[in-house]
């Protein structure tokens, strides 16, 4: 099972440490490493923070998430989640 | 202004980042760069020892800095998260399987390996123009130093094995380092490099613990055991003070803590601000004038 979606930073900061980490903390739990987001022909799994990092997202980037397996609707819901609560930033 | 400094004593300026006077012994540590030394390993067998050394070591590693943030006081909790991020990069396949495929591709050592590997991490994050990401290359090199320590076998002097009251001084303290320190035992610390924004600044922040940093010749000057004066307001470090300048700085320490207690002891009672008529008028919240 496949899902694809577009989603949109919207914190300030953009994908900086913090933001990567909470992003492959969620891909670690669930285990598996067909996660992949990409930005401008460059993709990398989600499990891997200097990769999501190299990425260098400004607020406002689009990032195309893929998920692959079982969980992979789930997956992709708490990944929005933590898209759309700016990875918990106020700003 | 003290006058009367005499020879044997010596003076440092830096860049103050937590205010309060400290006098005591100098505790130096040696984060001297680990030295790496090509080696080229033509036997297979060779080959996967040095795979399953490089394996063992970040073992080694990851097992450190997990008993570092379950020890970590809760005061710095908020610093917990620079340890989550290097035991990310520690698993890292930029970090890791390129060592790994590098070691058996090459053929050599796993020292040498891992530095090509900080190498080709370095080029990628110099290419981003961000300027917060692409300085976050000194995390890579703070755990890549970490995992070269454990290859070499020269273990890391652990700051959390400090028992004597000292004040640290360092060349530059890691965030890993700063997490580590035994906060009942460090009286401060000073460093050779850093400014008012650096990690080692805001630890001492969050610690409140008096430290200077940028001094740039701190370990050249101070040795192990030295007497210092730290005084965290202005960012002047004394070295081997005398007489004079003690008593100096115990005054000026015991007005510091005398003001800082009669603020303490004033805090519960409402604010008030003399007015022209002498009688006292409350300030009235910005708030309620909108």
């Known amino acids: 099972m496949e899902v694809v979606r577009r989603l949109k930073i919207r914190n300030s900061l953009g994908l900086h440490a913090r933001a990567a980490a909470k992003i492959v903390e969620l891909a670690d739990r669930y285990r598996i490493r067909t996660c992949f987001l990409g930005r401008m022909g460059a993709r990398w799994t989600g499990s891997n923070i200097l990769s999501i990092l190299t990425l260098a997202c400004p607020k406002g980037t689009e990032m195309e998430v893929r998920i692959v397996g079982e969980d992979s609707e789930q997956f992709m819901a708490e990944m929005d989640a933590l898209f759309q609560d700016k990875f918990g930033e106020n700003k | ?290």
């Open chain 2, 1 to 290: 202004m003290r006058q009367d400094a005499v020879a044997g004593e010596k003076s440092l300026k830096g860049i103050a980042v937590y205010p309060g006077i400290v006098i005591g012994k100098a505790h130096l540590v040696d984060r001297s760069k680990v030295k790496i030394l090509y080696q080229y390993l033509v036997n297979t067998e060779h080959l996967n020892g040095e795979v399953e050394r490089f394996e063992e070591a970040l073992r080694v590693v990851e097992k450190e800095m997990q008993s570092l943030k379950n020890g970590m006081a809760e005061k710095v909790n908020d610093l917990s998260f620079i340890l989550d991020s290097h035991l990310m990069i520690l698993k890292d396949s930029m970090l890791r399987d390129s060592t790994i495929r590098t070691i058996q591709e090459e053929k050599i050592n796993a020292e040498w390996a891992l530095k090509k590997s900080l190498e080709k991490i370095r080029k990628v994050f110099d290419q981003i123009d961000d300027e917060y990401i692409s300085n976050r290359i000194s995390d890579v090199e703070n755990v890549t130093e970490r995992i070269l320590r454990t290859l070499s076998g020269k273990a890391q002097q652990s700051l959390s094995e400090i028992d004597r009251r000292v004040i640290i001084v360092a060349h530059d303290l890691s965030p890993a380092d700063t997490t580590e320190l035994n906060i009942g035992k460090v009286m401060g610390f000073i460093t050779d490099v850093g400014g008012r924004t650096s990690h080692t600044a805001i630890m001492a922040q969050a610690l409140e613990i008096p430290a200077v940093v940028g001094l740039e010749s701190a370990t050249d000057v101070v040795a192990d055991g030295d007497l210092l004066i730290v005084d965290g307001s202005t960012g002047v470090v004394v070295v081997n003070p005398d007489d004079g300048a003690i008593i100096y700085y115990q005054e000026k320490k015991l007005q510091l803590e005398d003001y800082r207690s009669s603020i303490a002891r004033q805090s519960h009672l409402p604010a008030v601000t003399p007015t022209a008529s002498g009688s006292p008028s409350r300030p009235i919240s910005n708030f309620w004038k909108k």
